[in-house]
């Protein structure tokens, strides 16, 4: 088997003991990036199941709201699949602001499965080198080593 890609709203039909690795922003569609493939490509030759979150069918007219049910599934994926992955890999794109990616940082500092790449450049980047170092999360400064530590990590 190889690296096998799940996204939004496919249901996890995975084996809890899998390694896997859910993406962690930047998306804001239009602005960053597709990141995602990139680090996908740089995983595929391993056992690995990939959670990413750029759903192929997003519809930017949804209301952000948790009355809307495409918008909740949408939210509701994304924290579940955090929870159930092996690894986080968070790109803060210098792009973006990612506000997202932001609570998503504080809310997994503490699981253990962070890895963290913030170029020079995102407006918020002190801010993210402290959590970082409050709770010795791996920072890196480009996606090629983002993928590097990903790998490494998965790998274990």
Same mark, same amino acid.
């Given at each position: 088997? #190889?690296? #096998?890609?799940? &996204?939004?709203?496919?249901?996890?039909?995975?084996?809890?003991?899998?390694?896997?690795?859910?993406?962690?922003?930047?998306?804001?569609?239009?602005?960053?990036?597709? +990141?995602?493939?990139?680090?996908?490509?740089?995983?595929?030759?391993?056992?690995?199941?990939?959670?990413?979150?750029?759903?192929?069918? +997003?519809?930017?007219? +949804?209301r952000q709201s948790i009355d809307n049910a495409k918008f909740r599934e949408q939210v509701?994926?994304?924290?579940? /699949?955090?929870?159930?992955?092996?690894?986080?890999?968070?790109?803060? /794109?210098?792009?973006?602001?990612?506000?997202?990616?932001?609570?998503?940082?504080g809310l997994f500092a503490s699981s253990g499965k962070l890895i963290v790449c913030c170029?020079?450049?995102? +407006?918020? &980047?002190?801010?993210?080198?402290?959590?970082?170092?409050?709770?010795?999360?791996?920072?890196?400064?480009?996606?090629?080593?983002?993928?590097?530590? /990903? #790998?490494?990590?998965?790998? #274990?």
């Amino acid at each position: 088997m #190889r690296a #096998r890609v799940l &996204k939004p709203p496919v249901p996890f039909d995975f084996d809890a003991q899998m390694p896997s690795v859910f993406f962690a922003d930047s998306i804001e569609m239009g602005r960053a990036e597709d +990141w995602q493939s990139r680090i996908t490509s740089a995983l595929a030759d391993l056992d690995v199941i990939i959670l990413n979150p750029r759903r192929d069918e +997003w519809d930017a007219t +949804w209301r952000q709201s948790i009355d809307n049910a495409k918008f909740r599934e949408q939210v509701d994926w994304e924290l579940d /699949a955090q929870a159930r992955a092996t690894v986080i890999a968070m790109y803060f /794109a210098p792009s973006t602001q990612a506000p997202i990616s932001l609570l998503e940082l504080g809310l997994f500092a503490s699981s253990g499965k962070l890895i963290v790449c913030c170029p020079d450049g995102y +407006w918020r &980047k002190g801010n993210v080198e402290i959590v970082c170092v409050r709770y010795s999360i791996p920072l890196v400064d480009d996606l090629d080593a983002l993928a590097a530590t /990903a #790998r490494a990590r998965l790998a #274990r």
